[in-house]
Nanobody
């Protein structure tokens, strides 16, 4: 069993930045990792992922604004979010893709 704990969410004005962090209770070095989000009344959606080689992929909504990264030595994954928009408001979840584990989520609210 691996536990994932997200942090770094909060309230930010449009155009601002946040850096989310996810720490795992076990090794992530051989796992693909991802960030997902769920806005009120909407289904959870994929935002970005990084495989165990370090290759990254982004949803169209995140391209050019978000950067996913990982630190295997610290068992951590990060999501740097810039140029935030109100439509980025959601609970953001960290996921270990294989095996499948989810964190509890961290709230991101983009509002003036």
């Amino acid at each position: 069993q691996v536990q994932l704990v997200e942090s770094g969410g909060g309230l930010v004005q449009p155009g601002g930045s946040l850096r989310l962090a996810c720490i795992a209770s076990g090794s992530i070095s051989t796992s693909d990792m991802g960030w997902y989000r769920q806005a009120p009344g909407k289904q959870r959606e994929w935002v970005a992922s990084v495989d165990f080689h370090g290759r990254t992929n982004y949803a169209d909504s995140a391209k050019g604004r978000f950067t996913i990264s990982r630190d295997n030595a610290k068992n951590m994954v990060f999501l740097q979010m810039n140029s935030l928009k109100p439509e980025d408001t959601a609970v953001y979840y960290c996921r270990m893709i294989m095996p499948n584990y989810w964190g509890q989520g961290t709230q991101v609210t983009v509002s003036s």
